[in-house]
T-cell receptor
Framework: SAVISQKPSRDICQRGTSLTIQCQVDSQVTMMFWYRQQPGQSLTLIATANQGSEATYESGFVIDKFPISRPNLTFSTLTVSNMSPEDSSIYLC?????????????FGSGTRLTVV | DAKTTQPPSMDCAEGRAANLPCNHS???????VYWYRQIHSQGPQYIIHGLKNNETNEMASLIITEDRKSSTLILPHATLRDTAVYYC???????????FGTGTRLTIIP
């Protein structure tokens, strides 16, 4: 399985500012996935990032609020823009190491964001 | 993706087998059943998956009914470290998007 390094692990931010979260994988992967987990809730997919193309966003998530970069096959960033307290969540990246959906997806340890 | 239904919480005594049920009555013929778990303050961890045959690995066993409308994840000898939220997910081969339900919060009792 792949190893994911996600940074920062946690942050406290002022409302109206932006935070960029980094996700580094130790192997090349086609797709990288960004999830949000609000307090006490399950995971919700924000978007899918494919190298060399625009990210695909799920319903309820827009590029202006959550811009994503995917400069190469091992790295991606998610920015949470113009933050409000409602953005306080854990943000996780995930990859499918063997690219078939089988064998399991690997998740980062998450970024715990608190907006004050 | 087919939706799944899981009990919101379960308790199990340490050392006993933990049996976690999942209903997926609308599963399609090409959709797999996946199980993940999330220990507090960590990202989800893959456990096991199956299509129609029962599966076993070093972590757990997966029993899928013949009609594929339900399945059971079995942790044979539960330990305190197995306390987590367990997610049952169904998806098609090649579908790389995981849709998480609410899961089952399993608590292992000493």
């Amino acid at each position: 399985s792949a190893v994911i390094s996600q940074k920062p692990s946690r942050d406290i931010c002022q409302r109206g500012t932006s935070l960029t979260i980094q996700c580094q994988v130790d192997s090349q992967v086609t797709m990288m996935f960004w999830y949000r987990q609000q307090p006490g809730q399950s995971l919700t997919l924000i978007a899918t990032a494919n190298q060399g193309s625009e990210a695909t966003y799920e319903s309820g998530f827009v590029i202006d609020k959550f811009p994503i970069s995917r400069p190469n096959l091992t790295f991606s960033t998610l920015t949470v823009s113009n933050m409000s307290p409602e953005d306080s969540s854990i943000y996780l990246c995930s990859v499918d190491p063997i690219g078939t959906g089988l064998g399991g997806y690997t998740f980062g340890s998450g970024t715990r964001l608190t907006v004050v | 993706d087919a939706k799944t239904t899981q009990p919101p919480s379960m308790d199990c005594a340490e050392g006993r087998a933990a049996n976690l049920p999942c209903n997926h009555s609308t599963i399609s013929g090409n959709e797999y059943v996946y199980w993940y778990r999330q220990i507090h303050s960590q990202g989800p961890q893959y456990i096991i998956h199956g299509l129609k045959n029962n599966e076993t690995n070093e972590m757990a066993s997966l029993i899928i009914t013949e009609d594929r409308k339900s399945s059971t994840l079995i942790l044979p000898h539960a330990t305190l470290r197995d306390t987590a939220v367990y997610y049952c997910i169904v998806g098609a081969l090649g579908n790389e998007k995981l849709t998480f339900g609410t899961g089952t919060r399993l608590t292992i009792i000493p």
